[in-house]
């Protein structure tokens, strides 16, 4: 049905964007908030959520009237935008802390007084607490001149999403104080769990609800044995695929990226920049810039680098370490490919590598036990994400996103639909439940490589030195050449054997923590 907005809206379109034609949603959240709904808008990265509160900010035929209060979590990203707005001739103001005093006031006053309102007023969630912003608002709610709110990057607002910030939380203020203004939601990430959260603490429960697809079609996703550190495959990779393209390489720890980055450049003359929460201000901006521009191409990076990223032609993602939870890793890839054309994913596995995230979130302090329990549980998706070698990369991620793919529509765009031939499918029931059955009790430790080389039956010294060669697990997976790690791995990822949780004691040392070993004896049962 045509609204009454539907001709200016199509003009705006056209004549101050620039865009022949709406993308999949968009409409349908702009004419859902120009008619005074609240909107909750799910779009993958990159889908265009940005035009869905500032095309209907610019129109005078809505239901809504006045200024649209956009709220996002970076300065920097929201400075991209203000200026993107002002070159199409939008008014725009943003309140940032680090302008000076003189210019806050002067947009305040323009916001309170003045008969020449900007359009649109771009904030942060701290922003929106502080008393003159909440008195500014109020002055403009009294006079029926707030048209609506726009959260963006909402999921920030839960304590279940990855970038909970507590400023996010306090936007339950909005309907509390504002009633009557529409508040529009937007995030690019959301498991079912973290929606809830989102329509409960905004108070939003009779939104319109958007979501499309996260399927990113022109993404190749892969997930590679690690050997060593994974350098001499990465650097393969890229000078074989990637020679001179753009793309960001996921490390760990701070001194991954330094260790990486310098030797792409000194020993593989890939030139690469490291980028982490440890660098300067000024430094990160650099970076950052000559990323922008094209001058810097590669960079090795922590998850740091990220949120508000926007770059269209990022040609390759690896993740030289596993990433921490699946929604992470979808939020890390998706920064390639923005343009559309093909880009690689590639992720570089091996147990070990989860082993010692295992062991440090549970040597985190500073979570609590629950979170501590979610992280954990995010990081075993993870591994079974790279231990899956059969079903469609697509499909496993997007069902975390509790979407259902139908992996025939995956075009072979991932490893496990190339391989899809090749790859043996073997009942390891029998195995599994032996070694089980088997698992000597708990005063024997063994770590995972023991218990590798132990079922591999092993001539090993310290084995024997343990008396391990005694155990009627000794050799009982003899005949099993490579696939004994995988089951063993696998076993450990599926929870059958259980690795023993390390409860931080300030007697025990570092090294004892480093030695502490897999204990077996908590085996679980099988369905
Ligand atoms: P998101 O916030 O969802 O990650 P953005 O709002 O930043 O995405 O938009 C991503 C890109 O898509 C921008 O360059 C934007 O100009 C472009 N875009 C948005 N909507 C359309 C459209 N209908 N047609 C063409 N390009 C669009
Ligand atoms: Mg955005
Ligand atoms: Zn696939």
Redesign the pocket.
């Known amino acids: 049905m045509e609204t009454p907005w539907y001709s200016e809206v199509q003009k705006k379109?056209l004549h101050v964007?620039k865009?022949?034609?709406?993308?999949r949603n968009?409409l349908e959240a702009i004419n859902a908030t120009l008619d005074g709904q609240d909107v909750f808008l799910l779009?993958?990265?990159?889908?265009?959520?940005?035009?869905c509160f500032q095309l209907p900010a610019i129109c005078e035929t809505g239901r809504t009237k006045g200024v649209t209060v956009v709220i996002g979590p970076l300065i920097s990203l929201m400075d991209d935008q203000v200026q993107a707005l002002r070159e199409k001739g939008i008014d725009v103001e943003a309140l940032n802390k680090d302008m000076p005093a003189e210019k806050s006031r002067e947009i305040r006053q323009r916001l309170r007084h003045s008969s020449n309102k900007p359009k649109l007023l771009y904030v942060t969630p701290e922003r929106i607490q502080l008393d003159d912003m909440n008195e500014t608002l109020g002055l403009l709610y009294r006079q029926g001149l707030l048209a609506r709110f726009a959260v963006?990057e909402v999921h920030c607002i839960s304590e279940w999403g990855r970038d909970f910030r507590d400023a996010y939380k306090a936007l339950d203020v909005l309907r509390k104080n504002f009633p009557k203004v529409p508040i529009m939601a937007?995030t690019?990430t959301a498991t079912k769990r973290v929606v809830n959260d989102i329509v409960t603490r905004l108070k939003i429960e009779g939104c319109l609800q958007l979501r499309q697809s996260f399927n990113r079609r022109n993404l190749n996703y892969m997930v590679e044995a690690k050997v060593g550190r994974g350098l001499a495959k990465i650097v393969e990779f890229i000078n074989s695929k990637h020679h001179g393209k753009t793309g960001i390489i996921y490390c760990r720890s701070r001194i991954d990226c330094e260790q990486v980055a310098g030797e792409l450049c000194d020993q593989h003359r890939i030139p690469a920049k490291y980028f982490h929460a440890g660098l300067d201000r000024e430094t990160k901006t650099q970076i950052l810039q000559d990323w922008q521009s094209g001058a810097c191409k590669v960079v090795v990076a922590t998850t740091a680098f990220g949120m508000g990223i926007?770059k269209?032609d990022v040609r390759f993602v690896i993740h030289q370490c596993l990433p921490r939870s699946l929604e992470g890793y979808y939020q890390e890839t998706g920064r390639a490919g923005?343009d559309g054309k093909p880009a690689d994913c590639v992720l570089y596995y091996n147990y070990g590598d989860a082993q010692s995230l295992f062991r440090l979130i549970r040597n985190e302090d500073t979570t609590s036990a629950e979170s501590k329990e979610a992280s954990e549980d995010g990081l075993r998706r993870v591994v079974q994400f790279c231990q899956n070698v059969i079903d469609c990369r697509r499909e496993q991620v997007l069902a975390y996103f509790d979407e259902k793919f139908d992996p025939r529509d995956c075009n072979e765009q991932c490893d496990n639909c190339r391989n899809g031939g090749s790859v043996q499918v073997q009942d390891v029931t029998e195995i599994t439940k032996m070694i089980v059955s088997r698992m000597p009790n708990d005063e024997y430790r063994i770590t995972r490589n023991q218990l590798v080389d132990i079922v591999r039956g092993s001539q090993k010294k310290d084995l024997r030195e343990k008396g391990f060669d005694q155990l009627s697990l000794f050799g009982i997976c003899k005949d099993k050449g490579e696939n004994v790690e995988r089951i063993i791995d696998l076993m450990l990822s599926e929870q059958y054997l259980a690795t023993r949780s390390i409860q931080c004691h300030q007697a025990w040392t570092k090294e004892y923590l480093k030695r502490l070993l897999i204990s077996c004896g908590e085996a679980g049962s099988f369905s």
């Not at 865009?19 to 993308?23: A, H, I, K, P, Q």
């Not at 779009?43 to 035009?51: D, F, H, N, Q, V």
Request: aromatic letters at 8%; a neutral charge.
């Open positions: 379109l964007f865009v022949e034609s709406f993308r968009q779009m993958p990265t990159g889908g265009g959520k940005s035009l963006d937007l690019g926007d269209a923005r």
